[in-house]
């Protein structure tokens, strides 16, 4: 009895525990938001998009067949080719969030101007040539479903479809054109049917092959040699009155690792404002992953030789020779040296109002080496780097630089007993100012890949360092191939912080 009361008390344990594990929330490492702002600039850049898309795309042949009874035909079958859309005017289009459920598209009394080949058959006469087709009245309204698939990627579908032509009035050119005008009338109600017919499969087919672009999203994309930064999506976005809110995981791997860190993220806001079109939330999370990703894999380890160390500071200093003079003169070196500076631990991060810092706990040995012997080390000691980090948009990557505060030394373990620690510290300071962080500030160079839209860039950006998350507020711009970047990460639009860690970009 006893034991079987045990075996149902260890069963009740464990159905406990996977129900805690299933019901455990998991929050974002980054928030992305686009404001009413961003919907009413997408009405521009939705013109800008058509208008490329017409260039690019051709519109099918409208065929059919009618009677002309007045003329006392049977029938005519008719079919306009080459169709070309040369002006169109959408004055009220709209887009608005619709709460909990996607965004509304709504576009009333629009117009078109078509030209077009047309060529007639009929049992008593078949004949070619052009005409213009002028449409009024255009209709449209929808609703775009945004989602996510089982890969975290972006889906898109468009729900309740409705278009309509109202008007169309069509002239024909050509040596009979004052005969087949006087019987346009009569062929323009058949060709309203067809064309509202084709409408919603037109734009439905436009915006499934969107939704096959977004699937082929790289959702987990390479950094660097080290690591991975995970994009996918958490959540179907979530949709209110005034914004959209897409939740992304915004991790870093190990490039050979895809094991989440031993730290969870924790629950960040957004600020309700709507001042700019997109906002986005980074957390402290996204950067201590990037961090843990790549003390892991080993990134932090670094090898200097004399030659490079040289290198490095005569470019950075003019005071090179006394430093390598003054390593010569406390450790009487007459042969090559190296440096090596290992992080013990990954790097610290703190996100806190108005100061971004990162605390480096590494360990620095510095070691001498001939052509015929081992490796020797002269001194070997360990020290905190605290730097602060500077931000800056580049294009729609955000880069960091840092810039040494302070650091502290700890006792070294040498096999030389006349090692004076504050003249080591000097040279230390010296080697890390001019050396080691115009290095790793190279690194840091590529940045980080911000989530945008397809074609646009970030303009009037600002950026914000808050209380465990970073903020970036900007504007959106409609790139237009002619004048897109042949670079995917342009140079327009550079932000550099500085002073209170505020900064607008170049608009």
């Known amino acids: 009895m006893c034991t079987k009361m045990v075996q149902v008390l260890w069963g009740c344990f464990l159905l406990w525990n996977l129900y805690i594990s299933s019901t455990q929330t998991t929050y974002p490492g980054i928030k992305a938001r686009a404001t009413q702002r961003a919907l009413d600039y997408g009405v521009q850049a939705g013109v800008l998009m058509i208008e490329q898309m017409i260039k690019e795309r051709n519109i099918p042949d409208l065929k059919g067949s009618e009677s002309l009874e007045f003329l006392k035909v049977d029938y005519v079958n008719y079919n306009f080719s080459n169709i070309k859309i040369n002006a169109f005017s959408f004055p009220n289009t709209s887009l608005a969030f619709v709460p909990g459920v996607g965004i509304k598209a709504l576009t009333n009394h629009g117009t078109a101007n078509i030209s077009t080949n047309w060529d007639v058959k009929s049992p008593l006469f078949q004949d070619t040539g052009g005409a213009d087709l002028f449409l009024s009245g255009i209709y449209f309204t929808g609703i775009l479903i945004l989602a996510q698939n089982d890969f975290g990627q972006p889906t898109l579908k468009l729900q309740d479809c409705y278009a309509q032509v109202s008007h169309a009035h069509v002239s024909f050119t050509g040596e009979l054109s004052v005969l087949y005008n006087s019987f346009a009338e009569p062929m323009e109600k058949p060709i309203l049917k067809n064309l509202n017919e084709m409408l919603c499969p037109i734009i439905t087919g436009e915006v499934e092959a969107l939704n096959a672009n977004l699937s082929m999203l790289e959702v987990l994309t390479k950094i660097d040699n080290y690591t991975l930064l995970d994009y996918s999506l958490m959540s179907s976005p979530e949709i209110t009155e005034n914004y959209i809110d897409l939740n992304l995981k915004g991790v870093f791997y190990p490039l050979e690792n895809l094991t989440d860190p031993p730290f969870s993220p924790l629950p960040f806001v957004l600020p309700e404002r709507s001042d700019s079109m997109f906002y986005i939330g980074i957390s402290e999370y996204f ?83 001939s052509e015929n012997s081992t490796a020797e080390t002269i001194v070997s ?127």
Not at 387 to 408: A, K, Y
Not at 428 to 457: E, T
């Open 381 to 507: 000691m360990d020290f905190v780097a605290s730097t602060s980090v500077s931000l800056v948009i580049l294009g729609q990557r955000l880069i960091c630089s840092l810039s040494l505060n302070r650091f502290r030394l700890s006792l070294p373990e040498s096999n030389r007993s006349n090692i004076e620690v504050l003249r080591f510290e000097n040279i230390l300071s010296f080697i890390l100012h001019f050396g080691i962080l115009p290095l790793a500030n190279a690194k840091l160079q590529q940045g980080f890949p911000l989530p945008n839209p397809h074609k646009i860039s970030f303009v009037n950006s600002d950026i914000e360092v808050l209380e465990h998350f970073l903020l970036i507020s900007t504007d959106l711009k409609y790139e237009t191939p002619l004048k897109q970047q042949p670079s995917f990460y342009g140079w327009e639009g550079l932000n550099l912080i500085s002073g209170r860690w505020r900064g607008k970009s170049v608009p």
């Open 287 to 369: 950067f201590k992953s990037a961090s843990f990703a790549h003390f892991t894999a080993g990134a932090f380890n670094i090898t200097l030789s004399t030659k490079e160390i040289s290198s490095h500071l005569v470019r950075h200093s003019q005071g090179v020779g006394n430093v390598l003079s003054r390593i010569a003169e406390i450790y009487i070196l007459s042969q090559p040296f190296m440096v090596r500076i290992m992080a013990t631990e990954p790097p610290v991060i703190s996100l806190l109002p108005g100061n971004f810092t990162l605390d480096i706990p590494a360990s620095i040995v510095i070691l001498t080496q």
